[in-house]
């Protein structure tokens, strides 16, 4: 068992800090997802609570214990790389107890500790196999093995399905939340650029950007509640659609005219909206729908793309105004070419002001 706590830690390469004012608590069997876009520093945080990197500034603590000096090995935390990193000559069971050989263990307590893992990890009938008569993802799951058997207070991920194709990511994803399942009490944080995976594996995600944490929240928190408008379009594929407007009217529902002539109405709380006030209308592909009233965007589908279950549409772009994608249900390739009007329910429609959430005003 182990809670983590990150307060106002830095990571400072000379003058330059990438990571700034990091606070983060972390509970007791949790799986903390971070993400965040290429160069955010979420690999490098990872890092600096595995004790790989140094924390230049703030303090992290475990179970209540600073640690910020404290070498690696004795972090009690073990660590998944995206490589797998095996020893190719040897086996299975030989590559999971090979750390446990030289912390001395006995043989006893190696071969209970490997069976153990080996039960988890659905790895029995593999143990006396060499790593190249493995599929990706076994190899991937001995590699997961490597840390169950130390028993760490800790387990991070970093990114460790990048190599896998497609159908073994979703396949290794599955087996990961199972693991989680069968360990309830082990915290573990996960890094991923893949938002499937955060979205389906996290207790918590935290959204890193520009240095510092953007948003910590469930996954649908995060969805449903964005707080500003960054996290708003990094969560959800395709990305949030953000078109500006002004605030016209407010009561039990705000009025927004926005600026493609179309019109919105938005369940944000009255309070939190001004008359004039200059806001971007936030609506998710998928919250649209179409309509033959008022609606919030009018325009020619230039490209459909037809997924079977769902049909997406892009709209010709007018000028500089921004992209939108509208996720309809079923097959609906007809539309292309076709003038469509889509609204939304108002209580799906965000709104943004400064780039903050309204709701959080």
Same mark, same amino acid.
């Given at each position: ?193 893949? !938002?499937?995976?955060?979205? *389906?594996?996290?207790? /918590?995600? #935290?959204? $890193?950007?520009?240095? +510092?944490? =953007? ?122 070419? !076709?003038?469509?009007?889509? *609204?939304?329910?108002? /209580?799906? #429609?965000? $709104?943004?002001?400064? +780039?903050? =959430?309204?709701?959080?005003?």
């Amino acid at each position: 068992m182990a809670e983590l706590v990150l307060k106002n830690v830095e990571k400072a390469y000379g003058e330059v800090k990438v990571l700034k004012d990091i606070d983060l608590d972390i509970k007791t069997g949790e799986l903390i997802v971070f993400v965040g876009p290429s160069g955010c520093g979420k690999s490098t945080l990872l890092r600096m609570i595995a004790g790989l990197e140094r924390i230049t500034g703030g303090d992290f603590s475990i179970d209540g214990v600073r640690m910020n000096d404290v070498p690696p090995a004795q972090r009690g935390i073990a660590m998944v790389f995206q490589s797998y990193a095996l020893y190719p000559h040897m086996t299975v069971r030989d590559n999971m107890s090979f750390a446990l050989k030289l912390a001395k263990k006995s043989p006893q307590e190696i071969a209970a500790a490997v069976e153990k893992a080996a039960r988890i990890l659905q790895l029995t009938p593999y143990l006396d196999r060499l790593p190249k008569a493995l599929s990706g993802g076994q190899r991937q799951r001995v590699a997961i093995g490597r840390s169950i058997v130390r028993d760490p207070k800790v387990y991070l991920f970093d990114e460790p399905l990048s190599n896998l194709d497609a159908a073994l990511r979703v396949a290794t994803r599955i087996e990961i939340a199972q693991l989680k399942e069968a360990m309830p009490n082990s915290t573990m944080i996960y890094v991923t650029h893949d !938002q499937v995976e955060a979205m *389906t594996l996290a207790s /918590r995600i #935290v959204v $890193l950007a520009g240095g +510092g944490i =953007s948003q910590v929240g469930t996954p649908l928190e995060l969805y449903e509640k964005p707080e500003n408008e960054f996290v708003a379009q990094f969560i959800g594929s395709p990305s949030m659609n953000l078109l500006p407007g002004e605030v016209v009217a407010t009561g039990a529902e705000t009025m927004i005219r926005l600026d493609n002539g179309g019109m919105a109405r938005s369940a944000v709380p009255t309070q939190a909206a001004d008359m004039g006030l200059r806001v971007k209308v936030g609506v998710r592909p998928e919250d649209f729908h179409e309509t033959d009233g008022d609606a919030i965007f009018t325009g020619e589908v230039e490209i459909t793309e037809a997924l079977g279950e769902v049909t997406l549409l892009y709209f010709k772009r007018q000028g500089d105004a921004p992209q939108v994608v509208a996720k309809l249900p079923g097959i609906r390739s007809g539309l292309r070419y !076709q003038m469509v009007k889509l *609204t939304a329910e108002p /209580r799906k #429609v965000h $709104l943004f002001a400064n +780039g903050k =959430s309204l709701l959080y005003r």
